[in-house]
């Protein structure tokens, strides 16, 4: 496995426990959201919508630890990759579409952290060795 793979796996965990602890505290209490993410419109924030970023959260973290864990699984790869994809999308929707999350310290860093994720697992697809199915296939087309 490359040494890029490795880095990128360390990565996931770390996002993966930051997720964890980002859970805890929607479950915890709610104003959590409406401090440190939703400024916009703080009195949207309830208990329902922070138990529900809550579980969105956890399930993201579960995910990316367990492509930490099979790196080399594509399909989870794939999956995982559209987790950051989606959490990209989401706040910046919430920033620039539906303003309910100004670009505070608290939306900037899931913002770079999705970010920076996407271009590293796109890196990584690159260090992914190919199949035995992927070279036949490469090679009835030369022929």
């Known amino acids: 496995m490359s040494r890029f793979l490795n880095v990128l796996r360390s990565w996931l965990v770390m996002v993966s426990v930051i997720a964890m602890g980002n859970t805890v505290q929607s479950f915890r209490d709610h104003s959590f ?4 993410l939703y400024t916009g419109t703080p009195e949207f924030v309830n208990g329902l919508q ?28 794939h999956i995982t990759l559209w ?12 920033a620039f579409i539906y303003k309910t999350a100004p670009l505070t310290i608290g939306v900037m860093a899931p913002l770079i952290v999705a970010s920076f994720s996407i271009i590293g697992m796109l890196i990584g697809f690159q260090c992914f060795p190919e199949t035995q ?5 490469r090679q009835k087309k030369r022929n």
Do not use: M, P
């Open 50 to 77: 922070a138990r529900t970023f809550g579980i969105w959260t956890l399930l993201s973290s579960i995910i990316r630890c367990a492509c930490a864990i099979d790196i080399q699984n594509k399909t989870l790869y």
């Open 133 to 137: 199915e992927e070279l036949g296939a």
């Open 33 to 36: 959201l409406s401090e440190k």
């Open 83 to 94: 987790t950051f994809v989606l959490a990209l999308g989401h706040f910046l929707s919430e």
